[in-house]
Every structure is written in C-alpha cells, then in structure tokens.
C-alpha cells in the first residue's frame, strides 16, 4: 500500500493541539497513549497543516517529543524537558509554548475527550486504508465474479477480523492508565490496598478445583486474569482435566459476578467435542461408565444432573459451546462472551478445549504454526486481562514426550519418566510456557498387578500432574498424583470436603497407599 494512501489529513484545532501537547508532558509514562499520538501524527498530509505556522511548529513538537519518548522509553516530565532538543527554525515558538504549558493540567474529562479523539481518528485512518480492498470484496460477492465462493468470503471474513484487530491496537488508553499505581500517593495506595483486601476476601477471586493439592499447588485455585495450559501427549486426559475443572467450578465456588444482575457462568469451548458428546462425558462423569440416557426418560435425565449439580444455576451455571476446528479466534470468543452478557449472563470462568484448534485473530505472514500459536496465546491473555476472567486451556506434548512414556516399562518408570516432562517437550512452540501464567504437564497412568496366571487382579488408575512453569509465587506443590473413582474413566475422586487429600505427593505413596474405603478407591478387581 503506498504511503500517499495512508496519510489522512488533521482535524485538529489549534486548542486540540495544545491539549495534546499538555497531555504529552503529563501522561509521558502511559506509552500507549504516547504511541497512539504518534502514529496518528506521523500520518498525517503535510497539505492539513503546513499551510499555517502556527499549526506547522506545533504537530513538529509533538511529533518530536512523541519519538523521543518512545526512543529512550522516557517516563517523566523532566526526562522529557532535558533531553528534548528544538533547535532550528520552530526554537523560539516551541520553546515558548513549553514554557507557557509547563505546569498545565487536563481535567480527567478532558483527557478522555483527547484520547477518544486521537483513537477515533486512527480507527478512521485504518478504515480508509482498508475500506476499499472491502468494498472491492464485496462487490465480487455481489456480481458473482469469483472462482470459489467460500474462499470469498474467508478472504472478506480475514479483512474484518484485521480491521478489529487494528482497531483494538488503537482503543483509547487514559481509562487503563487509572488502574497505574503511584506509591508517593497516599489516597490512590489506600485505595489500591483495599481493593487487594476485598479480592483476598472474595470467593470467587480464585475459581478452586475439587483437589485439596491442586489448589495448593494453585495457590488457592485460578487466579482471575491469568491463562493456564494443560500439557500432555495424545489422549494424555487434557480434555478430561478441563471437564473436571469445569464441573467443579460449578459445584465448589461460590461466584459473584461484576454484574449482580447477571448468572455467574462457567463457559466450557470445545473445539473438538459436539454439546452432544460434551453432554454424554458429563453424564458419564456423573453417573459412571456404564450410564445410558437410553435407560431414562429425557426430563429424568434432567433431573438427575440437577441433583448431581451439575445441571441449574446453583453457585453458577455451565455453558457448553461447540464450535469447528479452526472456525474462530479470540476475538470470536470475546463476541462470544459479550453475546452471553446480552442474554443476561457473565462469564466467570473461561475453558477452551484446546489452544491449537483456534485460528490466530491476525494470521501471520509465513504462516508458522509456532508462531501462530505464540500469538493465539497472547491474544488469551489479553483476553483473560480485559475480562478479568481465569482461562484454562491445553496443549500437545511432541513426540518425544510420547517415546519417553512408551520406552518406560514398569509403572515405576513410566512415572519417573512423566515426572522428567517439561518445556522442551511442547509440541510447535515453546512460547506457550513463555506466554501463559502456569503451565501444568498431565499424565494418564495405570498400574495393573498380575497374578502368577498372569491375570489381572486389579488396576488402579492415576492422573499425574507436574508444574513445569507458574508466574505465580513459589508453588508448596509442583508435583502429585490423584486417583480416577472406581469404575469411572473421566471423574477424578474430589477430597475438596474431607480433612486428608486423597491425592498423593510420591510415587511411593501412590503405590503403597490404595485407600480399603471402595467408595473412594480407583482399583478395579478382574
């Protein structure tokens, strides 16, 4: 695209632009808004402003402190005044305009007002840029004159997603940067302080799972704001995992939404899974492997999952959404969740079922799946910041985690070999550990005991967990194994209520330590 196409002609007064230059020397460590100031001045034609001086040498000082600021990543007024350097023929104006606005102030109002309109004015630019490779798009559909009509639209689809995307690059930024915190302010730290204090408070700042240890190792459950992924080898229960999550959240928390007027809601994404096979694993998990909704009439199975928690508004509600393989990105997901708002309810809780079946909300140029995967987990964590939401998602393990499991003989090996997983064994990509808050390697264990007939007297079955990477504090946990309920080959035994976990640390332990109660066990006897 040429540069004369993405130039846009200022629409500033020169008020406005004395806003702005007073904004700059006040808001010199809010980079974005600085960034924002930037890219709009650098984009503006000559022909808007050169024709009167006293707009020239102004759009010249901001464009000159902007760069400044962004080049030595300056963070205050008086870096800013002692390095800046007019020299030349605007010295004299500059240098009087600075002296006139150095100790000037925008009301909060008027701020936002700037910020609104240098925002507002980027997003105009961008449209401009793209409005007529759309139009063009568009056009096509409409005369019929292209070769694959699904391709078409994928083309106009991925126009739109970028149009969005650029337009979130560009939002307005004062409101974020009342959320900075300057410690000198004894007001703004009291108030801060209070915040941490009703949040330690609250139930619902941390979503607990139905695992005493795993809570421990999560200091306390999910943390609101953070993405978490599920690493394991195929069929490895990473999917498993995320329905126990789900369903506990549902069951052990006790939510209270931003909005009190609106359900607390769990949203279960699968991108892999129908709602209808999504309902027959929760069904299953319920009620054992051997349920069949064939055995009742439909409005008992309703009742059943009502009772087992499961199904109704108690604590919160679980919502289950199926979408196709590689059908939406995080902005779908966040159109998603501003819909469900609509309908009255606020997501609490995210899960998606899994991080490689999502496309990247801007597709990069190679087409790198590594690559593509860094930025989809980025976009999560925007996604869980801007939401203020926990998100739990998963991720594949590469071939040789799959080798290291398979060369492992006896259960005593295959356990020492899941306890050696880590980053280096991420499929595609090892920015996925780099870029979420805590990356948790799963693995699905089994330990039969033979007789001499060589038949099989029991098998007891084990879910093995190791943090390999947390932003978090220094975790009590990072290791441990729980047991799946008997006769049941998606539900973890939850000891969230007894007064000893059931999970256990060693391996030893977890050999030794088969609990006699049958209601708790996971052994099956042949």
């Known amino acids: 695209m040429s540069k004369a196409q993405e130039k846009i002609a200022l ?7 004395d806003r702005t230059i007073i904004a700059i020397l006040t808001t010199v460590s809010n ?15 000559k022909e808007s402003y050169v024709v009167e001086y006293e707009k020239e040498f102004r759009v010249y000082l901001i464009k000159k402190m902007t760069s400044l600021i962004l080049s030595n990543n300056l963070t205050t007024k008086e870096e800013l005044l002692s390095e800046l350097n007019v020299d030349g023929k605007y010295y ?3 240098t009087n305009i600075l002296n006139l606005y150095h100790d000037e102030y925008l ?87 209070q915040e941490c204090i009703d949040d330690e408070n609250n139930p619902s700042s941390k979503v607990k799972t139905g695992l005493q240890m795993f809570n421990t190792m999560l200091d306390g459950g999910f943390e609101k704001g953070r993405v978490y992924c599920l690493m394991g080898v195929a069929k490895g229960f990473k999917s498993g995992l995320m329905l126990n999550i789900a369903l506990w959240a549902k069951q052990y928390n006790n939510f209270r939404p931003k909005d009190p007027t609106k359900i607390p809601t769990v949203v279960y994404l699968t991108l892999e899974n129908t709602t209808k096979e999504t309902l027959r694993r929760i069904a299953v998990w319920s009620f054992g492997d051997n349920f069949k909704f064939s055995g009742y009439k439909a409005k008992d199975c309703v009742e059943l999952l009502k009772q087992a928690s499961v199904a109704g508004n108690n604590n919160a509600t ?45 597709p990069t140029k190679s087409g790198e799946v590594r690559l593509e995967l860094s930025d989809i987990t980025n976009e999560l964590s925007s996604l869980a910041k801007d939401r203020d939401i926990p998100i739990v998602t998963a991720a594949q393990m590469n ?11 006896t259960f005593e090996e295959k356990v020492a070999a899941a306890g ?7 499929a595609e990509s090892i920015n996925i550990i780099q870029n979420v808050d805590c990356a948790i390697v799963l693995n699905r264990l089994t330990n039969r005991k033979l007789n001499e007939a060589g038949i099989c007297e029991y098998e007891d079955n084990y879910l093995m967990l190791n943090m390999v990477a947390s932003r978090s504090n220094s975790p009590k946990i990072t290791k441990f194994q729980t047991r799946f309920a008997e006769g049941n080959h998606l539900r973890l035994i939850a000891d969230i209520n007894e007064k000893v976990p059931i999970s256990t640390i060693t391996t030893e ?15 099956r006897r042949v």
């Open 399 to 409: 071939r040789e985690a799959f080798r290291m499991l398979e060369d492992a003989q």
């Open 509 to 523: 332990e977890g050999i030794n330590s088969r609990l006699d109660n049958s209601t708790t066990r996971t052994v």
């Open 92 to 94: 004299d104006a500059c």
């Open 420 to 426: 050696k997983m880590g980053a280096s064994q991420t």
């Open 11 to 17: 629409k500033f007064n020169l008020a406005m632009l």
């Open 31 to 45: 980079k974005k808004f600085i960034s924002n100031i930037s890219k709009l001045f650098n984009i503006l034609t």
């Open 107 to 193: 009301s909060p109002e008027e701020l936002d007002n700037l910020d609104k309109m240098i925002s507002n004015q980027l997003k105009y630019g961008i449209i401009e840029n793209k409005i007529d490779d759309l139009i063009d798009g568009i056009n096509i559909l409409k005369a019929e004159a292209y070769d694959d009509y699904n391709e078409e639209i994928d083309k106009i689809d991925g126009m739109i997603n970028r149009l969005a995307l650029d337009f979130r690059d560009v939002e307005d930024t004062i409101a974020d940067s009342r959320f900075d915190l300057d410690l000198s302010d004894t007001a703004i730290l009291t108030n801060k302080i």
């Open 318 to 362: 679980l919502q289950i959404l199926y979408r196709q393989n590689k059908s939406i990105s995080t902005l779908d997901i966040d159109g998603i969740l501003t819909d469900l708002e609509e309908d009255g309810k606020e997501c609490v809780m995210l899960i998606v079922d899994y991080i490689t079946r999502l496309k990247p909300a801007r």
